[in-house]
């Protein structure tokens, strides 16, 4: 199980302060009330940001682990919300995923991941990123109503240039029932 964790420091901290070793975990989730012998179970590490870790908690009495995402990380797919957001704009500026695949993935870069890969990956956070803008509208109309469901559009209705981890914060109530990379919601088994 996931739960947020708006983070003290800000990601370019959390390394090199190594900012989850003094996560707290208030309660369990499952047992608010104690007793269950909720314990810290450490950390896992993440692919990118490099050198980033995760906090973890096990609750014996559920017997499932509990880990707090800082804010700033995306959800099911590596990198950072910022990274994650940087990718769709630039794919909605350019207008299509084809026509902003060499500015995300240049061809010639030390870590050249190939065209069919490049393409793949903006895919995957584009569709990820679209999928979670759109629960969120219907989730909050009341803050979002008649909204287009786009970066540009969350950026014009909140007046700031990154919104991801604004609007995860804003919806954070609705985190289990939202898709990867701001939700919890996990896929539908097959």
Same mark, same amino acid.
Do not use: N
């Given at each position: 199980?996931?739960?947020?964790?708006?983070?003290?420091? *800000?990601? /370019? +901290?959390?390394?090199?302060?190594? #900012?989850?070793?003094?996560?707290? @975990? $208030?309660?369990?989730?499952?047992?608010?009330?104690?007793?269950?012998?909720?314990?810290?179970?450490?950390?896992?590490?993440?692919?990118?940001?490099?050198?980033?870790?995760?906090?973890?908690?096990?609750?014996?009495?559920?017997?499932?682990?509990?880990?707090?995402?800082?804010?700033?990380?995306?959800?099911?797919?590596?990198?950072?919300?910022?990274?994650?957001?940087?990718?769709?704009?630039?794919?909605?500026?350019?207008?299509?995923?084809?026509? *902003?695949? /060499? +500015?995300?993935?240049?061809?010639? #870069?030390?870590?050249?991941?190939? @065209? $069919?890969?490049?393409?793949?990956?903006?895919?995957?956070?584009?569709?990820?990123?679209?999928?979670?803008?759109?629960?969120?509208?219907?989730?909050?109309?009341?803050?979002?109503?008649?909204?287009?469901?786009?970066?540009?559009?969350?950026?014009?209705?909140?007046?700031?240039?990154?919104?991801?981890?604004?609007?995860?914060?804003?919806?954070?109530?609705?985190?289990?029932?939202?898709?990867?990379?701001?939700?919890?919601?996990?896929?539908?088994?097959?």
């Amino acid at each position: 199980m996931q739960l947020l964790w708006k983070c003290p420091v *800000a990601d /370019d +901290r959390y390394v090199s302060e190594r #900012a989850w070793e003094h996560a707290t @975990l $208030a309660c369990c989730p499952f047992h608010p009330e104690g007793g269950c012998g909720l314990e810290k179970l450490g950390s896992y590490g993440r692919v990118t940001p490099e050198g980033i870790r995760v906090p973890r908690w096990w609750c014996p009495a559920q017997g499932v682990s509990v880990s707090l995402l800082p804010s700033f990380l995306s959800a099911r797919l590596s990198g950072t919300l910022a990274e994650i957001e940087e990718v769709v704009a630039t794919v909605e500026d350019a207008g299509s995923i084809a026509a *902003a695949v /060499d +500015r995300v993935h240049p061809p010639d #870069a030390a870590d050249a991941i190939g @065209l $069919a890969g490049a393409v793949r990956r903006i895919r995957r956070r584009v569709a990820a990123v679209r999928a979670s803008l759109r629960a969120i509208v219907t989730l909050m109309p009341e803050r979002f109503a008649g909204m287009r469901p786009t970066l540009a559009g969350f950026r014009a209705v909140l007046v700031r240039d990154q919104v991801l981890v604004t609007v995860r914060e804003l919806a954070e109530r609705h985190l289990g029932a939202l898709p990867v990379p701001l939700g919890f919601r996990t896929r539908a088994s097959r």
